[in-house]
């Protein structure tokens, strides 16, 4: 069936601009995450939903970052005013559901993610 | 909070021989551990994953893992490595978010 797909896969933007990424998960997956990956770096967590509200937007860096998924299904992750520092690669993922209690996580199945340059 | 470390940066080995990507982790309590590949230009494919069952973990492509609580390990195994293994390789730890390592590019030569 069907993976995780994100779009744009490149995104080359303007410092000050505002852009946006979009991720479609598997259907029926409840839960949606967001990472970051620098350069070099391993992925980084940026905010988690459960259905349609954000149930940790813990790992956002600043109020420039923002993400919706109004109808439970698609998710777009909104940056304002783009700085150079922003430039990775942006990973979404999605999984069944998600464990009660924080313990573990259902598998989660990761989109090819959208390469974000800020010149 | 949970970490994890992999001690490699980088690892290369011929194709056929075996393959040892080495990782530790810090947890409160018992842990879920994955390992995750990435190949250029692909999304993450997950391995494998322990979640308190059996400690060897048999994962796709001949992989496997052992999770180790004595030594806060979790490495990585393969007896042979194939060309088409070369990728980088992440060890993650979970709480309920998914703590990534830094990775370890797997180099293959013929």
């Known amino acids: 069936g069907a993976g995780v797909s994100q779009t744009p896969s490149n995104k080359v933007t303007e410092k000050g601009k505002y852009v946006e990424l979009r991720c479609d998960p598997i259907?029926?997956?409840?839960?949606l995450y967001w990472y970051r990956q620098s350069l070099g770096q391993g992925p980084e967590f940026l905010i988690y939903f459960q259905g349609t509200g954000a149930a940790d937007d813990s790992g956002l860096p600043n109020d420039r970052f923002f993400a919706v998924r109004p109808e439970g299904s698609v998710s777009t992750l909104k940056i304002q005013r783009t700085e150079r520092g922003d430039s990775a690669v942006y990973l979404c993922?999605?999984?069944?559901?998600?464990?009660?209690?924080?313990?573990?996580?259902?598998?989660?199945?990761f989109g090819p993610g959208t390469r974000l340059t800020v010149l | 909070a949970q970490s994890v470390t992999q001690l490699d940066s980088h690892v290369s080995v011929s194709e056929g021989t075996p393959v040892l990507l080495r990782c530790n982790y810090s947890s409160s309590y018992s842990p879920s551990l994955f390992w995750y590949v990435q190949h250029p230009n692909k999304g993450l494919q997950l391995l494998l994953k322990y979640t308190s069952a059996a400690t060897l973990v048999k994962g796709i492509n001949g992989f496997e893992a052992e999770f180790k609580k004595s030594e806060t390990s979790f490495h990585l195994t393969k007896p042979s490595a194939h060309m088409s293994d070369a990728a980088e390789y992440f060890c993650?730890?979970?709480?309920?978010?998914?703590?990534f390592g830094a990775g370890t590019r797997l180099t293959v030569k013929p």
């Open positions: 259907s029926g997956h409840t839960a």
């Open positions: 993650v730890v979970s709480d309920g978010h998914m703590r």
């Open positions: 993922a999605s999984s069944l559901t998600r464990l009660a209690g924080g313990r573990g996580t259902d598998t989660q199945y």
